[in-house]
């Protein structure tokens, strides 16, 4: 791999987005999700239409990695919480500290807004590796349960492979 350059996504990013998601969700969850939908929610990130961005990471002009950054208000703490999302990397480019760099600047990001209080993440329980990745970066589990309440676009069921 050559030099990793970072940046901030942009629209004509969003076809790579949509099937990096569709791919996340394969691997990381064993969810097929329907690309339309993917489709239509990584054009509102990228159109302003949501709390959200992408940062790329490309590698020879070629995009191999991104997450999304999402923001929640705390009435607790007076600030903005950042949520990691939408991690991918490109299976050859793993484990060659790409995440690692997509987290440095998420992280310098974060930091550089002051209203910001912190930044977090949540891991499908079934990936261990993600899990061991997160927690030797610094990040720690908070004792907190994700628990959600579905209206619409249920996602289908995880089906976990048995060697993850």
Same mark, same amino acid.
């Not at 002009?61 to 950042?82: A, P």
């Given at each position: ?40 929610? *990584?054009? /509102?990130?990228?159109?302003? &239409? %949501?709390?959200?961005?992408? !940062?790329?990471? @490309?590698?020879?002009? +070629? $995009? ?24 991918? *990397?490109? /299976?050859?480019?793993?484990? &060659? %500290?790409?995440?690692?760099? !997509?987290?440095? @600047?998420?992280?310098? +990001? $974060? ?54």
């Amino acid at each position: 791999m050559t030099a990793l350059s970072l940046r901030s996504a942009n629209t004509n990013d969003a076809d790579i987005i949509a099937e990096f998601n569709c791919r996340l969700a394969i691997e990381s969850e064993g969810r097929a999700l329907d690309p339309a939908t993917i489709a239509a929610g *990584v054009h /509102a990130v990228l159109e302003g &239409r %949501g709390e959200a961005e992408y !940062l790329i990471a @490309e590698s020879d002009g +070629r $995009v191999i990695g991104q997450l999304m950054l999402t923001r929640e208000w705390s009435d607790w703490r007076n600030g903005w919480f950042y949520w990691i999302q939408s991690v991918f *990397v490109v /299976a050859e480019h793993r484990r &060659r %500290g790409v995440f690692s760099r !997509l987290y440095q @600047e998420a992280v310098a +990001r $974060v930091e550089a807004r002051s209203d910001s209080v912190g930044l977090r993440l949540y891991v499908e329980v079934h990936n261990a590796k993600a899990l061991e990745t997160y927690t030797r970066l610094g990040m720690r589990v908070t004792g907190y349960e994700v628990l959600e309440h579905p209206l619409r676009r249920e996602l289908p069921a995880i089906t976990p492979p048995a060697n993850r």
